[in-house]
């Protein structure tokens, strides 16, 4: 009875025993998880921060970013700005060249007329029946239009240019053959008393010109025309004596001849 008693106490003591080691195995397991979940939270709150940096830094890089675009967008929309003012005054230069070069084109134009007109004022050199002198731009033209006029038969028109050209230039070096033509348009207008009076007048103020003795053969002819034989034949003898060996002088001889 004493030994089971014994034994009995053993077991109990190994019983408690066991049963000691149990609850700190159980205690050492239960603090084991502890330590677990507060590393396992430790790290998830370590995570979490990490996260929420990288969050702020991407919002701080994307903010950032947007605003470096903003910058951008502004500055193209100043670079498109200063591109259309560019363009406008591009435009505008453009527009003023233009201008100056058609302004330019009408200076030059009318610096040609100006010249042209000029020229046409000073003097230039002419020459007929062998003589060289200066004459006006509008001398030369009216005395050539008058000339085409006579060479045209238009004697009545050639009159007018003529009588109007020696009473305009009455020194002109055209002078002398502008008054010899107009006695011979008048001839042909049949006006022989004012062709009398110009052939009469380019005979004496031209006695060395050749075609004097013409002048006076036409003279007697004008006469003849206006049955004036006695003044014709005067008009004849004065040629025979002023111009004895001229070829009118001859011709001169052979009408007296004609009328005997």
């Known amino acids: 009875m004493t030994w089971s ?11 408690v025993l066991g049963l000691a080691l149990l609850a700190g195995s159980a205690q050492a397991a239960l603090f084991g998880d502890d330590e677990a979940r507060k590393a396992i939270l430790d790290l998830r709150q370590k995570v979490d921060q990490s996260a929420e ?9 994307n903010a950032q970013l947007l605003d470096q675009i903003g910058q951008l967008r502004r500055s193209l929309l100043d670079t498109n700005n200063q591109l259309e003012l560019v363009r406008a005054e591009n435009a505008r230069l453009r527009g003023q060249l233009e201008q100056l070069a058609r302004d330019l084109s009408e200076a030059q134009l009318k610096m040609r007329d100006v010249d042209g007109r000029l020229r046409r004022l000073e003097p230039q050199k002419a020459s007929i029946d062998g003589k060289e002198f200066t004459a006006e731009a509008d001398e030369i033209r009216q005395y050539e239009a008058a000339m085409t006029q006579v060479r045209n038969g238009e004697f009545a028109v050639a009159v007018t240019s003529l009588s109007a050209f020696v009473g305009r230039w009455p020194a002109s070096g055209y002078g002398p053959s502008a008054l ?31 075609r004097a003795p013409e002048a006076l053969l036409a003279v007697a002819n004008c006469h003849f025309e206006l049955k004036e034989a006695k003044a014709a034949r005067k008009a004849l003898d004065e040629l025979f004596k002023a111009y004895p060996k001229s070829e009118a002088a001859q011709a001169g001889k052979e009408r007296l001849g004609a009328l005997k």
């Not at 010899?180 to 103020?205: C, H, M, V």
């Open 53 to 61: 940096q990288q969050r702020q830094q991407q919002a701080e890089q």
């Open 5 to 15: 008693i014994v034994s009995g106490g053993r077991s109990w003591k190994a019983a």
């Open 180 to 210: 010899f033509w107009l006695g011979n348009a008048q001839y042909g207008k049949r006006d022989y008393a004012a062709a009398i009076a110009s052939f009469r007048s380019f005979a004496s103020s031209n006695a060395g010109d050749p």
